[in-house]
């Protein structure tokens, strides 16, 4: 057959069946393709299943030693057999001039303001429930943040709300590049819609963290890490996870 | 001597820390003189990754300034764009809460009267 000598364009035509599958999978396939070849041009980290698992138990004794909440779970799939929660009630406030930021102009961004409805609910505190999940991600290689939260009525936070919710902070960031941010995806065990935070750059997010060295101090290698809090840490305050000192601190003990 | 420190410490610009040393290169204060400083703390800065070298590395902080002021102070130095966000580091391995003040964190990681801080600058957020 003379098949045998046109072999790159039968796999062209493989990449694209395989990118004609639905929006959603598509999507992830490229932004994993994206984060592949991230990983050929710029130096990343790569967490093993067996860090992930030590790290997380390290996590449950640093947590079960200063009373902060995080549960260890398992299930059975794969190599990874466990995953971590923590459940929280904040008091969260709704940034009010967030409302209508992107869409209106100036001017009727303060007539948004003078609407004494708009103003009440968006001012006020509420209480609300977060449930974070960190699960180990095959594909990333890396740690995914898995979360959602409740109103006390029971209804669910919107995207617009976590959004308005973001601390002044991470209000910049967020106006400029807002879809890189969260998406909602089925918790991979609950099988129930979650928020999770991209994992796209969580390796590089990690590579740099372990360039974050003292060049000066000789002992500049012999520093303890434990990847899965320094990411934790890291990315957790932006939907209101705080990790304590304590972990910190603990970390640096635990030799 | 000690006059000279409250007509520093009077001089605190609510904008910007106070610059305490001028080149990168030169002797950083004594740990001494820095404790006594009352309501300020030495914090070192020290960029990783391809985020650039501050020129003035050592900053004399209000203890009372959160971490997060700390990053957009940072951010402002640099010229962040606003697509990009950092990230501080202490002990090289960990990333203070935002809300969290600088004295906490001086007193659990800091030494000889400074607090060393690394900071990245990354696009990432998850």
């Known amino acids: 057959m003379s098949h045998g000598r046109r072999r790159p364009i039968q796999i062209g035509w493989l990449l694209a069946s395989i990118t004609r599958q639905p929006l959603i999978a598509s999507l992830d396939f490229y932004c994993l393709i994206a984060s592949q070849l991230q990983m050929a041009g710029c130096s990343t980290y790569v967490l093993t299943e067996k860090e992930f698992t030590a790290n997380a138990n390290q996590l449950i004794s640093i947590s079960n030693s200063i009373g902060d909440n995080w549960q260890l779970h398992h299930f059975k799939d794969g190599d990874v057999d466990c995953y971590l929660s923590k459940r929280l009630t904040k008091d969260l406030k709704l940034s009010p001039s967030y409302e209508g930021e992107s869409v209106l102009d100036l001017e009727e961004e303060n007539e948004v303001e003078d609407d004494v409805n708009t103003l009440s609910t968006a001012s006020v505190g509420e209480l609300c429930t977060f449930e974070y999940h960190v699960m180990y991600s095959s594909s990333y290689a890396a740690p995914v943040l898995y979360f959602t939260a409740y109103w006390q009525d029971g209804h669910l936070l919107s995207l617009e709300d976590l959004w308005a919710s973001l601390s002044k902070i991470y209000q910049c960031r967020l106006r400029a590049d807002r879809w890189t941010f969260v998406t909602q995806q089925e918790h991979p065990v609950l099988h129930r819609p979650f928020y999770q935070l991209h994992p796209c750059k969580t390796g590089l997010l990690m590579a740099l963290m372990r360039e974050c060295k003292d060049t000066q101090s000789s002992h500049g290698d012999g520093i303890i890490r434990n990847m899965l809090v320094s990411w934790l840490s890291t990315v957790g305050p932006v939907v209101h996870l705080d990790i304590p000192v304590q972990y910190g601190i603990s970390i640096q003990d635990h030799k | ?126």
């Open chain 2, 1 to 126: 001597m000690s006059a000279e420190e409250d007509a520093s410490g009077g001089r605190i610009n609510d904008e910007s820390p106070t610059n305490v040393e001028t080149s990168p290169t030169s002797e950083p204060t004594s740990p001494a003189v820095s404790k006594d400083k009352g309501d300020k703390i030495d914090i070192l800065l020290k960029a990783t990754g391809d985020a650039p070298i501050m020129k003035k590395r050592k900053w004399a902080v209000d203890k009372k300034k959160k971490i997060g002021w700390v990053i957009e102070f940072i951010k402002r130095y640099i010229k962040c764009e606003p697509h990009e966000s950092v990230f501080l580091y202490v002990n090289q391995a960990f990333a203070p809460a935002p809300d969290v003040d600088v004295r906490t964190i001086y007193e659990c990681f800091g030494a000889e009267g400074k607090l060393v801080l690394h900071y990245c600058r990354t696009q990432a957020w998850g």
